[in-house]
Structures are given as C-alpha cells and as structure tokens.
C-alpha cells in the first residue's frame, strides 16, 4: 500500500505521485523559467496552477489565483477579495477538477483523485462508452452503478475504479463487467 497518492488523468493518461516525499508539491504548466512538481500540458491549466502542502497531519490543495480555476467535489473554488487563494483539506477519494471552474470533466481539463491509501500495481483504462451499467466484482460481491454520474470513484480494500463517462480506470482486484 501506497500512502497519501495523487492520481492525476490527463489526455487519457493516467500518473501517481507520492506525496509524502516532500512536504509542498507545485502544479501546473512548467517552463525553464517556472518549474513545477507536477509538470502537465493542458492548456487550460495555468502554469502555476495550485499547490498541494502539508499541514499537520493533512494534506491541503490551494488554487494559486488560476486563470481557469479548479473545481473541488464539484464546487468551484475562488481566490479571496484580500488576494488570498482557495484552499481545501483534502479527505481520500477527494476529486479536483483543475483548468476550469465548472464540475464538468472534458478533454481540456485535468482530473486530480487524492488517496490515503492505494494498492500497488498497474491502472488499466476500459472503454466504457454507451454503457448504461457498471458492474464492479472486486471477488466478493458485485457493486452495479447504474446511469453513473460521470466522475464516480468506487475503492475499497481491494483496489479502485474511476468512471470518466467514455472511457474508466481501474486498480487492483476490481473488475469492470465488460473489461
């Protein structure tokens, strides 16, 4: 098992970052004059998007004032008047929505799913267009999610799948019907 993990899918492709190796994580669009942790490419993500910092025992993202913004559980997340950025403590299965404002994932956006914990081994991407039913077995009992919102994330102890509409991932001993 794996601690405090970001999951971040972007243009289909799915990474992990550990954030316990390090107490401040910078996100956004890096250059050779603006280095982030967690270089993406998307071009609604500014370049210094958000950070993710260490406070406690908790993890907090802050939206650095981007220009398209971040969604946090489907609520947008907006700078203060005196200038001081959003920012949310960041609970497992947390889902961030970054380059836009609206809780609607597309292709120009990023989606970021924290984790305390999350089992070791290799996410695969199911094509899941059209289908009105999910079907989960992770070997004990089979969880059906019928007309999905898009953006559910099912886990338990024995691994993960994320429902992104056309296409899913999942992570250890759960099946998706039809995968």
């Known amino acids: 098992m794996k601690g405090n993990t970001l999951i971040i899918i972007e243009a289909h492709n799915i990474k992990e970052y550990s954030l ?27 370049r210094k998007h958000g950070k993710f910092e260490k406070q406690g ?37 947390d889902m961030l929505i970054l380059g836009s404002s609206t809780p609607t994932i597309k292709d120009k956006k990023v989606v970021v799913i924290y984790k305390e914990e999350l089992q070791e081994g290799e996410w695969r991407r199911i094509n899941t267009k059209g289908v009105a039913a999910i079907d989960i077995d992770d070997g004990k009992e089979v969880t059906i999610l019928n007309c999905s919102k898009v953006g559910t994330i099912m886990s338990n102890k024995n691994g993960i799948a994320i429902y992104l509409g056309d296409y899913s991932y999942a992570l250890g001993d759960i099946k998706i019907m039809g995968e």
């Open 57 to 93: 025992e908790n993890w907090v993202y802050s939206d650095l004032n981007s220009s398209n913004g971040s969604v946090y559980n489907g609520m947008a997340m907006h700078g203060r008047l005196d200038g001081t950025y959003a920012s949310e403590v960041m609970h497992d299965n």
């Open 20 to 46: 316990d190796e390090k107490d401040v994580w910078t996100i956004g669009r890096g250059t050779d004059e603006n280095f982030v942790d967690i270089d993406l490419v998307t071009p609604t993500i500014s």
